[in-house]
């Protein structure tokens, strides 16, 4: 079994993955239909509350912890 991706932003991908849904052994999920959900909501509230920020300060013995 592959996991394949297609972005279905133009028209070439999207008749691409019509034609993939008329195959009998390929299945097309389509249970994505916002960019916004491969985002934790969590992470983008920390990136926007430091967006102002001038710097942070990290101590490079912690860096890869």
């Known amino acids: ?3 394949i991706i297609i972005d279905t932003r ?3 991908a999207k008749r691409l993955v019509e034609y993939l849904k008329t195959i009998k052994y ?3 999920l389509d249970n994505k239909t916002d960019d916004s959900e491969d985002y934790d ?5 920390k990136i926007n509350s430091r967006k102002d920020q001038s710097s942070v300060k990290v101590d ?5 912890k």
């Open 1 to 3: 079994m592959a996991t």
């Open 10 to 12: 133009s028209n070439e």
């Open 26 to 28: 390929a299945k097309v």
């Open 41 to 45: 909501p969590e992470f983008v509230d």
């Open 60 to 64: 490079i013995n912690d860096l890869w």
